[in-house]
């Protein structure tokens, strides 16, 4: 039977294989088009110090404005730009906008004496921070806008500093020049709590799956990432943060800042701008 068949599957199988690859292709090429004619735009999700509502900064999160298919969000684009050398295009992009605009948003609203202001956090792939020119992309996307490099945040997935020794140099290289590391979507890898000692790293984004579970035994995982964490002195966000109740426990647990629904949806660059020139505390009182 299965002789029998096997030609027509293999039929079928190559016509899936073909419009996916043609499929594939052509999204390709949209994203390309759409990053050399301004359909790429970011918005900006506000982060707040968990003990004073303060603004501490913003991640910077891609949008894609296709034209006939709405606002493409980045899960439906970033992985297909990773399978090729467009992701190096798309966040050579973002580091420049991101920078750009931070240092636009200092002119236009200074931070007060004494104190740093808010950093802007980009979102660097994997493939990108494996590539030697990372290095030279973030110094010009610093030169290009004037923005200290103490300011920008660059966030990676905990997989790239424990698989890629390529791009751990990269790493230590670009924290060396002045830009912080933080480790995204922390507790959905491998690494252990202790393998942070020794990570070019200066901040811990813990996972929604946790910040958001009502599993005791994940609020004590979240408990311990936090004591872990201030051990080796890094500062931790809270991600994903939803209910009251989870800001709470997060203030009782001595978390440095939180990002989340509860606090402020990511928005587009005029609002997230609009909420810099406020002097009172900027999450839900
Ligand atoms: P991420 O870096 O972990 O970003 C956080 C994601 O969680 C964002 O989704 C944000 O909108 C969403 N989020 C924030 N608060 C909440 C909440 O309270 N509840 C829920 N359910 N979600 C929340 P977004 O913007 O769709 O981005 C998804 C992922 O795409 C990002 O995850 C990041 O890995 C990637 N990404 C986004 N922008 C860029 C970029 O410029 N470059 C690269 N390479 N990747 C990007
Ligand atoms: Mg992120
Ligand atoms: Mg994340
Ligand atoms: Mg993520």
């Known amino acids: 039977r299965a002789k029998a068949h096997g030609r027509g599957r293999a039929e079928i199988f190559d016509e899936t294989l073909r419009l996916q690859l043609t499929e594939r292709a052509e999204l390709?090429?949209?994203?390309?088009?759409?990053?050399?004619?301004?359909?790429?735009?970011?918005?900006y999700q506000p982060v707040i110090d968990v003990a004073s509502d303060r603004l501490t900064g913003y991640e910077a999160l891609v949008r894609w404005q296709r034209p006939g298919?709405?606002?493409?969000?980045?899960?439906?684009?970033?992985?297909v730009a990773e399978g090729s050398r467009l992701i190096g295009d798309v966040d050579r992009w973002?580091?420049?906008?991101?920078?750009?605009?931070?240092?636009?948003?200092?002119?236009?609203?200074?931070?007060?004496?004494?104190?740093?202001?808010?950093?802007v956090a980009v979102n660097i792939s994997g493939r990108h921070l494996a590539d030697r020119r990372v290095v030279g992309d973030v110094a010009d996307a610093l030169a290009a806008s004037g923005l200290p490099a103490r300011l920008l945040v660059l966030e990676v997935t905990e997989t790239v500093l424990v698989d890629d020794p390529v791009a751990f140099d990269h790493l230590s290289e670009l924290r060396a020049m002045g830009v912080s590391i933080a480790i995204d979507d922390f507790g959905t890898g491998y690494t252990s709590i202790g393998q942070l000692r020794d990570m070019p790293v200066d901040t811990l984004k813990i996972d929604r799956s946790f910040v958001g579970s009502a599993e005791p035994a994940h609020r004590e995982l979240v408990a311990l990432m936090i004591r872990a964490a201030h051990t080796f002195g890094l500062t931790v966000v809270a991600e994903g943060v939803e209910e009251p109740e989870q800001l709470e426990r997060l203030r009782?647990?001595?978390?440095?800042?939180?990002?989340?629904?509860?606090?402020?949806?990511?928005?587009?660059?005029?609002?997230?701008?609009?909420l810099l020139g406020r002097t009172e505390a900027v999450g839900p009182v």
Not at 98 to 111: F, I, N, V, Y
């Open 28 to 43: 390709e090429a949209a994203i390309a088009h759409g990053l050399a004619h301004g359909e790429m735009q970011l918005h």
């Open 69 to 79: 298919h709405g606002m493409v969000p980045p899960d439906r684009f970033i992985p």
């Open 94 to 119: 973002v580091l420049h906008e991101a920078t750009r605009q931070l240092a636009q948003w200092r002119t236009e609203c200074p931070a007060r004496p004494g104190e740093p202001g808010p950093t």
């Open 252 to 274: 009782s647990q001595a978390c440095d800042q939180a990002q989340g629904y509860l606090l402020h949806r990511p928005m587009p660059a005029a609002e997230a701008g609009a």
